[in-house]
């Protein structure tokens, strides 16, 4: 039973990830943030920065970036993303 | 949209000017009654306050205002209690003005949306970004002509710059696109990349979320904006 539940959740995010990758950043929010329901995690958080980034929502994007760097506050990527939205 | 400027200094008070120029509310702080008074007839709230003191910037209604902006110079204590409190206070948009690099890292670090380190930026540059929300950076050619940065309206997705006819219909120019494009890095992991399409040719699509640098007539900026 767990098992199941384990690939649904990663399946969640692959597909996320798809469509994160192909520009359709709304329907990839929608997916990332059902994963975040099951399981928070800082890369899920992350790839919402990038995705709020490509709607061009940048405070939102900095949301994502902090929530993500409160998780994991040396993750390089989301540091270097911050940074360069909050000098733009 | 409703401003908050906190800290009369030369960045400040010119800031608040140009906002107030540009018509928009403006309420200025600052601890020297002289500087305050300057601004008595003009600003829609003149305050001699403390800004590092929570509750005078919670009685003065400052949690209500849209945007605030710091400036209080080389007091870097002071911009990050200040900086703190409207946060706290609910501001939606925390403009502070760092004194360098490090002072701008923990202001970032803090929750302040936009750090501006003043050999970037002048205040009256800010004031005219804000002129129209949707316009992100405005910039004057000369009286008669701007140059804009926006996003293309949601009726220009999946069109091409011939389709458009915007020359014609508006009389404006797009001179530049800015796209962002996701991609995966060595590590696997999606990063984000701004591409960007100069001087755009007729048969060059416009994507939805695209950004659109475009020169032009003001009135005719203003009219593209109603689309």
Do not use: W
């Amino acid at each position: 039973m767990r098992k199941t539940k384990k690939a649904t959740y990663e399946e969640i995010l692959e597909t996320a990830q798809f469509y994160l990758l192909n520009k359709n950043y709304k329907k990839a929010i929608e997916l990332f943030e059902e994963a975040l329901k099951e399981k928070p995690d800082y890369l899920i958080y992350y790839q919402l920065g990038i995705a709020y980034e490509g709607l061009n929502e940048r405070d939102k994007a900095k949301e994502m970036y902090r929530e993500c760097l409160k998780l994991n506050p040396n993750f390089e990527e989301a540091n270097k993303r911050l940074d360069e939205l909050v000098k733009e | 949209m409703t401003f908050c400027v906190i800290g009369l200094g030369r960045f400040g008070s010119q800031l608040a000017k140009a906002l107030i120029e540009e018509g928009f509310e403006v309420i200025v702080i600052d601890k020297d009654d002289e500087r305050v008074s300057e601004f008595s007839d003009q600003a829609s709230g003149a305050l001699i306050l403390d800004a590092t003191d929570e509750k005078a910037l919670k009685e003065a209604g400052i949690g209500e205002v849209d945007c605030c902006v710091v400036s209080v110079g080389q007091r870097i204590d002071a911009s990050i209690l200040i900086v703190m409190h409207l946060k706290t206070l609910g501001v939606k948009e925390v403009v502070v003005k760092a004194v360098d690099e490090l002072h701008a890292e923990i202001l970032k670090r803090i929750g302040a949306d936009k750090v501006i380190l003043p050999e970037k930026e002048t205040a009256v540059r800010l004031a005219k970004a804000y002129r129209s929300k949707r316009f992100f950076e405005v910039l004057e050619v000369n009286p008669e002509y701007t140059i804009v940065e926006l996003s293309a309206p949601k009726s220009f997705a999946n069109k091409t710059l011939k389709e458009l006819r915007l020359r014609e219909e508006y009389g404006i120019t797009v001179i530049l696109i800015k796209r962002k494009s996701p991609y995966l890095n060595e590590k696997g992991l999606p990063e984000i990349k701004e591409e960007i399409i100069v001087s755009p040719k007729g048969e060059d699509l416009i994507l939805e979320n695209d950004i659109l640098i475009i020169l032009g007539k003001e009135k005719d900026l203003e009219r593209l904006l109603k689309e």
